[in-house]
């Protein structure tokens, strides 16, 4: 039991330490075509793929943000790094939140700093949030580390080992669950309260009644 449990602690700490981080100064400072944009994100996000034959980003998913909204259209068929910083953002954001959430955590980001010369640039914001998380790997290895040690301990009174190994296991994906649906959580009041999502919700309810009374 021992040995498994030092095993997995090992393999959690090298899983986190290999998570790829696009630092600004890898991103080429010349504007991209679409396939030299998905190129690169394939290539700088090789960790995050569960399977090797997923698919970073497509031309498809690219086509659809700016159909949404969530990124300014290309400069003649040409992305700036501003553009793949936001699709950065916009890749991590889109494994846990829907659209409409990423367009309104986005929104006031790019209104204000896309394309931002005199001030703080898109570039300047990025590079302290790739801080942060440096800053954060450590804290965030620690409490999984103290999550595993716990769901290890649950049920430490069943004698079948099988069986054992199987709850604890159960326990740590619960724990890890439960922390990803309230942070989840948060960020979804965060943009309902202060990002103005829950009123557009509420006009539109409004407008569809309105309109079903007509």
Not at 64 to 82: G, I, R, S
Not at 100 to 110: C, E, G, V
Not at 141 to 148: E, P
Not at 165 to 184: E, G, N, P, Q, R
């Amino acid at each position: 039991m021992h040995e498994r449990y030092n095993k997995e602690i090992l393999n959690l700490i090298r899983s986190i330490q290999n998570i790829d981080y696009i630092d600004p100064e890898d991103i080429p400072n010349i504007d991209l075509y679409m396939d030299q944009v998905t190129t690169f994100m394939d290539e700088h996000l090789q960790s995050s793929k569960r399977f090797d034959n997923d698919k970073i980003l497509t031309k498809t998913m690219i086509n659809n943000y700016t159909k949404n909204d969530l990124l300014p259209p290309p400069v003649k068929k040409k992305y700036t790094k501003e553009h793949m910083l936001l699709l950065i953002f916009i890749y991590y954001f889109k494994n846990f939140l829907a659209i409409n959430d990423i367009k309104s955590i986005l929104d006031p980001i790019t209104e204000k700093f896309f394309n931002e010369n005199d001030g703080l640039s898109l570039e300047n914001i990025y590079e302290e949030i790739v801080n942060l998380a440096h800053e954060n790997v450590n804290s965030q290895l620690r409490d999984i580390i103290r999550k595993l040690k716990k769901s290890d301990e649950v049920f430490k009174d069943i004698e079948d080992p099988e069986e054992k190994k199987t709850l604890a296991k159960f326990a740590f994906i619960c724990m890890l669950s439960f922390d990803v649906w309230v942070k989840k959580n948060i960020i979804e009041n965060i943009i309902d309260d202060t990002l103005g999502q829950k009123k557009k919700h509420t006009d539109k309810s409004k407008d569809n009644s309105s309109k079903n009374k007509a």
